[in-house]
Nanobody, 116 residues
């Protein structure tokens, strides 16, 4: 059974940094693409950053050059380094594991609040 557990969410001031982690279990982690999504109150869930099994990354325009996604296959963990945080980054952040068209798993989410 695949499980994803996010951690690292917190209250941070504007301009601050956070690193989110998502630890996976029950899968051959290296074969999966990983993504970070976020959902703010009253808004749809949106893709923030993704990384393929080969290590290719992509970012939403709103976070490009501020956020960095990386993965450690030995630890079965994907990270999201978030810098220069803005109030607009406030959301619940979710981790998603994907393989192919039909196989995907979600974590439970971690709250990030950017406020002074």
């Amino acid at each position: 059974q695949v499980q994803l557990v996010e951690s690292g969410g917190a209250l941070v001031q504007p301009g601050g940094s956070l690193r989110l982690s998502c630890a996976a279990s029950g899968s051959i982690f290296s074969l999966y693409a990983m993504g970070w999504y976020r959902q703010a109150p009253g808004k749809q869930r949106e893709l923030v950053a993704g990384i393929t099994s080969a290590g290719t990354t992509n970012y939403a325009a709103s976070v490009n050059f501020r956020f960095n996604i990386s993965r450690d296959n030995a630890k079965k963990t994907v990270y999201l380094q978030m810098n220069s945080l803005k109030p607009g980054d406030t959301a619940v952040y979710y981790c998603k594991m994907t393989r192919g068209v039909f196989e995907s798993y979600w974590g439970q989410g971690t709250q990030v609040t950017v406020s002074s």
